[in-house]
């Protein structure tokens, strides 16, 4: 089973999602949770960055069959 777009797409959405409701987290949150801010940062920049890579991936060339080729 090859890499598509589709796949590409649901794995972009909820990583842009929640890494940016992490970021949000992080920025806007309240001040008692100030010892995890750092933590949310990293974790909303990681998440972003894996969905923007998994966009980077090549996809393959559609398979051919013999009898299909021209």
Request: charge should be negative; hydrophobic fraction near 55%.
């Given at each position: 089973?090859?890499?598509?777009?589709?796949?590409?797409?649901?794995?972009?959405?909820?990583?842009?999602?929640?890494?940016?409701?992490?970021?949000?987290?992080?920025?806007?949150?309240?001040?008692?949770a100030g010892?995890?801010?750092?933590?949310?940062?990293?974790?909303?920049?990681?998440?972003?960055?894996?969905?923007?890579?998994?966009?980077?991936?090549?996809?393959?060339?559609?398979?051919?069959?013999a009898d299909?080729?021209?």
């Amino acid at each position: 089973m090859g890499i598509n777009r589709a796949a590409k797409g649901i794995v972009l959405v909820p990583t842009l999602l929640l890494g940016s409701a992490f970021l949000a987290t992080a920025v806007w949150g309240p001040a008692a949770a100030g010892e995890n801010k750092q933590l949310a940062i990293v974790v909303g920049c990681v998440l972003i960055a894996a969905g923007l890579l998994a966009q980077l991936m090549p996809e393959p060339e559609p398979e051919v069959r013999a009898d299909e080729k021209p």
